[in-house]
Structures are given as structure tokens and as C-alpha cells.
């Protein structure tokens, strides 16, 4: 019903920049908080950045200062610039929202979608 596709990912070196974006389309009546999620190998995924529907913010502590997170709710998109980047940054990066979904004439709200992972690799 819902589907959250991302872009941006690669490869860049120390000290790079790269911007995600992660789209949200299907049978959505509206969206709560949507946010990025990293997963490096042999760990676990772990919150990076959410935003709520006024645009509150949070961030894990190793990217404040360095990621910004915002969305424009026209488009349902939400995008992560990740400046500064370290090697530590390297993981796949998940999209994650939250959408009252619209079917069948009636709204469910709290469905927790994810991308399908885009891969950051911070290396020289």
C-alpha cells in the first residue's frame, strides 16, 4: 500500500558530503515522523535523524552538527545531507515513516514503513 523508495547513496571520501532522499508514495492519507536509520555490518540499526509533521528534529549524538534532516510534506519526502562525513558514517541507511494509510474508505493510522536501504561508503 505504501512504499518509500531512497536515493544518494555512494561513495565518497573523508570529509565528503552526500544528500539521501527517501519518497513516499501510495495510499496515504498523512504522515507522522519519518526518519534515517543506519545499519553497518554485525550491527544493529540504530536511529540516525527524525523529523515529526511540524518539523521537530532529533539526532543520535555522533551526527549532530555534521547531518540535517527535513522534509517537504507536498512531496512526502524527507532528505538527510550528511556533511563532514567519517568512515564511521559507512552503513546501509534506511528510510523510516510513519503514515495513516487511506483504503477502503476508512484511515489506519500507525504503520511503520522502511525502504529498501541505500549504501554510504566513507573511504579514501
Known amino acids: 500500500q505504501v512504499q518509500l523508495v531512497e536515493s544518494g547513496g555512494g561513495l565518497v571520501q573523508p570529509g565528503g558530503s552526500l544528500r539521501l532522499s527517501c519518497a513516499a508514495s501510495?495510499?496515504?492519507?498523512?504522515?507522522?515522523?519519518m526518519g534515517w536509520y543506519r545499519q553497518a555490518p554485525g550491527t544493529e540499526r540504530d536511529m540516525v535523524a527524525a523529523i515529526t509533521g511540524d518539523g521537530s528534529t532529533n539526532y543520535a549524538d555522533s551526527v549532530k552538527g555534521r547531518f540535517t534532516i527535513s522534509r517537504d510534506n507536498a512531496k512526502n519526502t524527507v532528505y538527510l545531507q550528511m556533511n563532514s562525513l567519517k568512515p564511521e558514517d559507512t552503513a546501509v541507511y534506511y528510510c523510516n515513516a510513519e503514515v495513516a494509510v487511506q483504503a477502503m474508505g476508512a484511515i489506519y493510522g500507525g504503520n511503520d514503513y522502511w525502504g529498501q536501504g541505500t549504501q554510504v561508503t566513507v573511504s579514501s
Open positions: 501510495g495510499s496515504i492519507f498523512s504522515i507522522a515522523a
